[in-house]
């Protein structure tokens, strides 16, 4: 059963921001989901659907996201972002923590894993390449640029998800039109602020900055991604050290939690009893 998590925060340019999270009580560690770009806490849910573990849980919507509020400022960067989301996981005071994170929240779980190594005790990075770091921004400032942001019915948005991602169940498509979007006017609208496109601009030195090399560390690739090759993949695990390995999830793109929730959900349950679930 999970239930509402509303904090208030101060961000670094903006007054005060509510951020939401959905939280599960239960055992330690406490397991943190970060989703990605212009994505929000639903899609984890149908990977949770799915899990056994009887752990704490925390899933979050970053700043900009689902129900958290806009940044007023715009300042979407990944500090920003990660300071944030650290500020609502360290609401629940927790001993100690796994992050799982997808794409952009896989950024995230690196960089918060590193500011909170005491407390990390595993992170999962999911389809996120470092390497390609300004292709990848030049491909989803494009995609962002072009895409809707309003459709006339939730049918509609259905459909463009289907489009977009093909391995997707009609039962997932439905609920994330039911979960992402907002009526406005008679027409729906994502719960995204279109500010969050902010943070693809600028450059990056496409380098792997990672402290924790004593944290356990699993990268989780879709085996057809077009984002993260198999051989970066294996560049990323030897530059987080000798704690971390990767895998591939078969059948699956970039949007591996939604397109093959079972097996992420496995593969998470089991780094989690590798990590002393207590």
């Not at 992402?180 to 969050?196: I, Q, R, S, Y």
């Not at 496409?206 to 699993?218: D, G, I, M, Q, W």
Request: charged share 20%.
């Amino acid at each position: 059963v999970f239930e509402k998590l509303i904090t208030r925060h101060e961000s670094r340019k903006s007054s005060h921001v509510n951020l939401h999270a959905l939280h599960r009580c239960g055992t330690s560690p406490t397991i943190v989901f970060l989703h990605g770009l212009a994505d929000s806490s639903a899609i984890w849910a149908p990977v949770l659907k799915h899990m056994t573990a009887t752990n704490e849980i925390l899933v979050v919507d970053l700043a900009g996201h689902g129900i958290s509020d806009w940044l007023v400022d715009g300042d979407y960067t990944v500090n920003c972002l990660s300071e944030l989301a650290s500020k609502q996981i360290s609401v629940r005071s927790a001993r100690s923590i796994i992050l799982v994170g997808h794409s952009l929240g896989g950024e995230l779980a690196v960089e918060i894993a590193d500011a909170n190594q005491s407390e990390t005790c595993g992170v999962v990075v999911i389809d996120h390449n470092p390497y390609l770091a300004q292709e990848m921004r030049a491909m989803l400032r494009e995609f962002m640029a072009t895409a809707k942001t309003s459709f006339r019915s939730r049918e509609e948005y259905e459909k463009e998800l289907v489009d977009n991602m093909p391995r997707l169940s009609a039962e997932i498509a439905s609920w994330l039109s039911r979960s992402m979007l907002k009526e406005e006017d008679g027409k729906f609208a994502l719960l995204t602020d279109p500010n969050v496109s902010n943070m693809l601009a600028g450059t990056t030195n496409n380098t792997v900055s990672f402290h924790a090399a004593s944290t356990r560390t699993l990268i989780i690739r879709g085996a057809n991604s077009s984002i993260l090759s198999k051989s970066d993949a294996g560049r990323f695990c030897e530059a987080l050290g000798s704690q971390s390995w990767s895998i591939d999830i078969p059948d699956s793109g970039h949007a591996v939690p939604l397109e093959q929730p079972a097996a992420i959900a496995a593969v998470i349950d089991d780094f989690v009893l590798l990590n002393g679930a207590s």
